[in-house]
């Protein structure tokens, strides 16, 4: 069957021919993996005669295998059912199903998903009398699956956690087996202790599997890897696709390291790159080229595209992030007048709290969007949580409000409690805050007391607000609330508070607006506007640009991309200036998100903006000056400045292990240059100085020996 091998350039064509030992493609950024996998299993079954069920193709998720599987059956016009296309859980499913009885589990074994493992967890908690506000169950719970994984990682944990970690894992794991119940890290491993164990079931499974395929090789972890080196038998015939460019999951366990190890284990593996992209021009692939080649760790390749050079690039830098997000909704009326729809372009950003004023200025602009990958700033549970917090201080009738937040974070007022008080304020029609003092409550001692200390939580917090500026009482919320507390032992406990972060800045921007406001004034405008905010979210129609993260992106394509908010700091993040490696994993996410542009790349940053309510200055993106001068065409505040100068390769300086500046909020400095200046804010290794006028608002390095502390 020729037409197997139509449309495959001479990459392509040997990735899907070399069928024998095994074989590494290096697939760049559109340049049709999938395209080569469903060849080459069409090919060793059309071609080479493999029965179907001896081809094993593994991806990541199931629309992928669905799509493969379709592809598939329908060029060779097979059943589906004949084909083994599925992910790594699905393929330990369905081996297990006939073999777990090895294992002393019964056949009919029973998959749980997350909710249900979370549910167990919190379970084992109450029969182990351990107090939960501590930490989390769902969070205990993505500790126990790492755990059970690699169990030699419960040295790294500190108390409390150490502790109910050595009690529940073992505990969690019996109840799984005793129940005849798998998790989904059981299926994986299940699979693995059983291909140990058993070596007639992997031999088994050797004779069944002579050829095995990975997609997204990059993205596959520990666990994964080793499950894979079990299923290859003598004949070695594993072919990987992947592209180290593209790893940018460490944050989930993926192990870019992998790609090297299969290079170790098996020396003699044929390499084929896949440069030719078949969905960006030339200008966007050589600025992305430029950017990704500054990453070390790598197999070199250049993408390249026969789809013509195209635009430049635009750069527009802004005075303030007002102006960066007035020139994208601009831009966007632009190309929908010029014939794009909506659904053509893509916001991408590094941090979800980024969203928060491209969606504003969205809505201000009649712009339909919608949020992909995460839920609309507004809409996220620590927002809505800091709103029900404002709510009730500046109203402590608020019933709704009131029973959000009275065990938020836990404080051992349960919701039988709740209702309680609730059926007891509503016999003299009055609000749940002002009957806890009742000498006639039908709650029982302890309880009320819990009650009492949370209403002089809010009544102090009601007392701040009237004393202190709003960016401190944001601080004393967080603080006396045990907010931040709670979110130290929450897996995304970082980004969550990033977002209560930027509430701060939304409340500083609505106090500009309303300087001669007081501040009940000023919050309840802000509570009013998320509120109106939340509400216009909801929308229905199809046709809307795409705000989203730049990891929610991957594998996605759009005509017009924009890249906002590129500056140090931002993008990359302040915590990669010091860690090479993690500075080339946020190398390879700029890169995965230039090369998801087809036609139209913009990127976009701002002189000042605003973070977590303190106004600041960060340089340029390291990784716009990493692109050549003639792929970009400047536009805004940059514009004049930049037409004749060669952009200079940024990096941070190195960090003088000698010199360490003990500065926080509030301390006043001399600085070498700059002079006197007041510290506003301090971030990780930077910190944002506001100097007389002359020299006005700085970000530095904390640790700089410009900087002395007076």
Wanted: glycine residues 4%.
């Amino acid at each position: 069957m020729n037409a197997l091998f139509d449309k495959l350039n001479s990459a392509q064509l040997d990735a899907v021919k070399s069928t024998e030992g095994p074989v590494m493609a290096i697939a760049g950024a559109g340049s049709g993996k999938t395209r080569v996998l469903t060849r080459r299993m069409a090919h060793l079954i059309y071609n080479v005669g493999v029965p179907p069920h001896h081809v094993l193709a593994i991806t990541f998720t199931n629309k992928a295998a669905n799509e493969m599987k379709s592809r598939i059956a329908e060029r060779l016009n097979i059943p589906t059912d004949t084909l083994w296309v599925s992910t790594f859980h699905s393929m330990c499913a369905r081996i297990l199903r006939t073999h777990i009885e090895k294992l002393g589990y019964e056949r009919h074994f029973q998959i749980v998903d997350d909710d249900d493992s979370t549910q167990m967890v919190k379970m084992l908690l109450r029969d182990m009398n351990l107090d939960v506000k501590l930490v989390k169950p769902r969070t205990l719970k993505n500790h126990v699956q790492k755990i059970k994984a690699h169990p030699e990682l419960l040295e790294d944990y500190k108390e409390p956690v150490r502790g109910y970690l050595e009690k529940i894992v073992p505990a969690y794991q019996r109840q799984l087996k005793r129940n005849n119940l798998v998790d989904f890290e059981d299926l994986l491993l299940l699979t693995i202790d059983l291909f140990k164990q058993h070596d007639e079931v992997r031999k088994y499974y050797h004779e069944q599997f002579q050829y095995v395929l990975v997609d997204e090789f990059q993205d596959t972890n520990d666990v994964q890897y080793e499950l894979i080196r079990l299923l290859v038998g003598a004949h070695r015939n594993l072919f990987i696709v992947g592209d180290e460019d593209q790893s940018i999951y460490a944050f989930r366990g993926a192990n870019i390291e992998n790609i090297r190890r299969f290079t170790t284990d098996y020396p003699d593996a044929k390499r084929v790159l896949l440069e030719e992209n078949y969905r960006s021009t030339n200008t966007i692939l050589k600025a992305a080229n430029d950017v990704i080649s500054h990453n070390k760790s790598r197999i070199e390749k250049t993408l390249y595209s026969t789809k013509g050079e195209g635009e430049p690039i635009v750069w527009f830098k802004g005075y303030t992030y007002r102006d960066e997000t007035e020139f994208v909704a601009e831009t966007i009326r632009r190309l929908v007048h010029q014939g794009y729809r909506y659904e053509d372009i893509a916001v991408l950003y590094r941090a979800n709290n980024t969203s928060r004023v491209f969606e504003e200025t969205m809505m201000q602009k009649q712009i339909p969007y919608q949020v992909v990958g995460n839920t609309s700033f507004f809409k996220r549970k620590e927002i809505k949580d800091m709103v029900a917090y404002l709510r009730l201080i500046l109203n402590p009738d608020d019933n709704y409000s009131f029973a959000r937040i009275v065990n938020e974070p836990r404080r051992g007022i349960g919701q039988k409690t709740v209702d309680m008080l609730q059926a007891f304020a509503a016999t003299e029609d009055a609000s749940m805050f002002s009957r806890i003092d009742d000498a006639q409550t039908p709650l029982k001692k302890a309880a009320t007391g819990k009650l009492k200390r949370f209403k002089e939580l809010i009544t102090d917090l009601r007392k701040a607000l009237e004393n202190v500026d709003f960016n401190t009482f944001m601080d004393t919320l967080v603080e006396k609330t045990g907010y931040k507390e709670m979110l130290q032992y929450d897996d995304m406990g970082d980004v969550r508070l990033e977002n209560v972060m930027e509430l701060k800045t939304m409340i500083a921007e609505t106090q500009n607006a309303y300087r001669d406001n007081d501040k009940i004034d000023v919050l309840t405008q802000v509570l009013e506007d998320i509120a109106l905010k939340s509400q216009e979210d909801e929308r229905k129609d199809t046709n809307v640009v795409t705000l989203m993260t730049l990891h929610a992106a991957k594998g996605l394509e759009f005509r017009a991309v924009f890249i906002v908010a590129l500056e140090q700091g931002m993008f990359p993040l302040a915590r990669s200036f010091d860690s090479p490696a993690e500075l080339e994993e946020e190398r390879r996410l700029m890169y995965v998100g230039m090369t998801r542009a087809k036609e139209k790349l913009f990127f976009t940053s701002a002189q000042q903006r605003h973070l977590y309510g303190e106004p600041t200055s960060n340089p340029d993106s390291v990784f716009i000056h990493e692109i050549r001068d003639e792929l970009i065409r400047v536009e805004g505040l940059n514009k004049a400045v930049t037409r004749s100068y060669t952009r200079p390769v940024r990096t941070a300086p190195p960090r003088d292990a000698d010199h360490e500046n003990d500065i926080n909020k509030g301390d006043k400095i001399n600085h070498s240059v700059f002079g006197r200046g007041v510290v506003v804010n301090v971030t990780q290794d930077q910190c944002v100085i506001a100097f007389n006028k002359d020299h006005g608002i700085k970000t530095l390095l904390k640790n700089h020996p410009s900087i002395k502390k007076v």
